[in-house]
């Protein structure tokens, strides 16, 4: 009977007042929380996927895939008199600026050589645009479907344009939407929709039609990943939580990697979207496995099927739970209607400094374009190397990915090591220039990548530190509104960003220059930040004692406590040998050997009491 009633009052004490009942049943991380964590994170390989696919859907082409038919030139011209310009070109540079133009005096000289007249040309360097353009590529591209050359080159960067579009209004709509629909119901419903439009995007037949699909598509898959980051965010909490977060990064880096398998086995752009659209079936399937969030449920007064998660979620990790818990959370789920409404307005009260503010919106505009741009201009790299270029770059996000979680774990100053990194990749970027003006052969493009992915692995690791700990610059309540803030305005910058991928026609290392300032400015302004949050539970690193200084110290503070205490002198030798061998202090404290006399009472009261209780257990027996 005491063995049972102990027991019982072990189990009715589990449950503490005033201590969040979701948070206490679930627990941080468990078994259950990570059956959902994965099938949320699969979900985001599709979609890095759609965002990606550009790359494979819309190369560059190469010498010799295309062929310039130019306008009338003094009333004939051959079709052949343009081939042997062509094929003169010794750099994809001179092909890619040249290719929607022929010359005049090439025309001549090939008329004489075919016709066997003296043609004299009044204008010989005159340039003569296309009339026509003949495509002669294997593989059926974006380019070659809708004709995206010379003067409509300009629309493969509208149509990721789109698709920066689609994703900022998908994340106002999940925002609005999770208001009213369950964030389980709404990841699904955008499931669903990315299917639908994905596969309407690589089926019709105008362009027209595409962006405008690929724009629905990418809405769909920014409101399902935005759902299942409201699940993520509600099944766990402390450090759990952090590394959920910022591992969620990852995978978007794993379908970086795997984008490049999948597309091998496609030789159609159509066929690669419907391949990729059509990959969420399986998910679809799965989604069956996927909790909702509880706290959502309570929000809205679901009180039944938020009882019913957390009983599945304590058998499943093995956790107590409360007798009266349906009662506490009919309590909970009153205390959070009650709450009142933060307005956006609100994060503009001068709670924080505007100037932050302003500077973390512009930190993430930047961060954001960073990150899609260096992905869209691997493609100037070479047709070639697109493959291993791409899944190069995915490995160095996945390295940044790490990298900035350390930084948020292991250091105080995360926001200035981040700041740095950024800082020192922008400036190595600019030596790209010194590169030698060579052919663009395999040794030219891997010398180019080591600065992409430098980039590339900088801009990773501050997107994880910004992910993580952009919230903690205002109060709790108003973190929602100040993360889609920031994250809208991202999005809002990525739809101007694509068009710097047309400064190529410049020059080929322009794009990349201007990234690099952007990166490194940003990291200065990184740094600033740094002034005003850290992390304070992080304890400084001081300096390292030598032995000799470790042997000089202790026993100083040794002698000093063994003398200090009347109580301790009291004991046998014994015991002050157990003592001498028990007693710890940090290394701070071994610096500091001028202890003050609160802190050696307090050391002493402990060591007392170590000390009695071995006493009172012999007694006892």
Request: glycine share 4%.
């Amino acid at each position: 009977m005491t063995a049972g009633k102990s027991n019982y009052q072990r189990r009715r004490s589990s449950a503490p007042p005033n201590v969040d009942i979701v948070e206490h049943v679930n627990g941080s991380f468990g078994r259950w929380q990570l059956r959902t964590i994965l099938l949320i994170f699969l979900c985001k390989i599709p979609t890095a996927w759609f965002m990606a696919c550009i790359i494979y859907t819309a190369p560059y082409p190469q010498r010799g895939e295309l062929v310039c038919h130019p306008a009338t030139w003094n009333g004939s011209h051959t079709a052949q008199a343009h081939g042997s310009m062509l094929h003169s070109r010794n750099t994809d540079r001179l092909f890619s600026v040249q290719v929607c133009n022929a010359y005049a005096q090439s025309l001549s000289q090939n008329f004489v050589r075919h016709y066997g007249q003296t043609w004299n040309a009044t204008s010989a360097q005159l340039m003569l645009p296309c009339d026509k353009v003949e495509h002669n590529t294997e593989y059926k591209s974006l380019i070659t479907q809708f004709d995206l050359i010379c003067s409509r080159r300009v629309l493969v960067a509208v149509t990721q344009s789109f698709h920066a579009l689609g994703a900022l209004l998908g994340g106002l709509l999940a925002y609005q939407a999770l208001r009213y629909i369950s964030p389980r119901r709404l990841m699904l419903l955008g499931m669903l929709g990315q299917i639908f439009c994905g596969n309407l995007t690589g089926l019709v037949d105008t362009y027209q039609l595409h962006i405008y699909f690929r724009c629905l598509t990418s809405v769909c898959c920014t409101i399902m990943y935005t759902a299942g980051h409201q699940i993520l965010m509600d099944i766990t909490s402390g450090k759990a939580r952090i590394l959920v977060v910022t591992l969620s990064e990852l995978f978007w880096s794993i379908g970086l990697v795997l984008l490049p398998a999948i597309s091998i086995y496609f030789d159609n752009w159509s066929h690669l979207y419907v391949a990729i659209s059509s990959s969420l079936i399986v998910l679809v399937w799965l989604h069956r496995w996927i909790t909702d969030a509880p706290r959502w449920l309570l929000r809205h007064q679901q009180v039944e099927p938020a009882l019913r998660i957390l009983l599945e979620s304590a058998t499943h990790n093995n956790r107590m739970v409360p007798l009266t818990m349906d009662v506490q959370l009919t309590v909970y789920a009153a205390e959070m209607s009650a709450e009142p409404k933060i307005s956006y307005c609100q994060i503009w009260d001068k709670e924080t400094k505007r100037r932050q503010l302003i500077y973390i919106h512009f930190i993430w505009g930047c961060a954001q374009v960073l990150y899609n741009i260096i992905l869209l201009m691997i493609r100037s790299l070479g047709e070639a190397q697109v493959h291993v270029n791409t899944a190069a770059l995915g490995f160095a996000e996945m390295m940044g990915v790490f990298v900035g979680l350390y930084f948020i774990l292991y250091t105080r100053r995360y926001w200035r090591w981040t700041g740095n990194l950024m800082i020192v990749a922008g400036l190595c970027t600019y030596l790209v220039w010194l590169l030698p003006d060579s052919d663009r052969n395999s040794r030219r493009v891997g010398l180019e990548l080591i600065f992409w992915m430098l980039l590339k692995f900088a801009n990773s690791a501050s997107i994880a530190v910004l992910t993580t700990c952009t919230g903690e610059m205002v109060s709790p309540a108003k973190r929602i509104l100040l993360m889609l803030s920031v994250v809208s305005f991202g999005r809002l910058c990525l739809v101007f960003s694509p068009l710097l991928s047309t400064l190529t026609v410049v020059h080929r290392l322009l794009p990349i220059t201007i990234i690099a300032t952007i990166g490194w400015v940003y990291g200065l302004i990184m740094r600033f930040l740094n002034r005003f949050y850290w992390n304070t539970e992080q304890v400084q690193v001081g300096q390292v004692p030598t032995p000799n200084t470790y042997r000089r110290n202790s026993a100083v503070i040794m002698r000093r406590c063994s003398t200090a205490s009347s109580d301790v002198s009291g004991y046998s030798n014994e015991l002050l040998r157990n003592f001498e061998q028990t007693v710890a202090v940090s290394i701070a404290d071994l610096w500091h050997i001028n202890f003050n006399t609160i802190h050696e009472c307090d050391s002493m009261k402990e060591l007392s009491e170590t000390v009695e209780k071995p006493h009172s257990s012999m007694h006892s027996i």
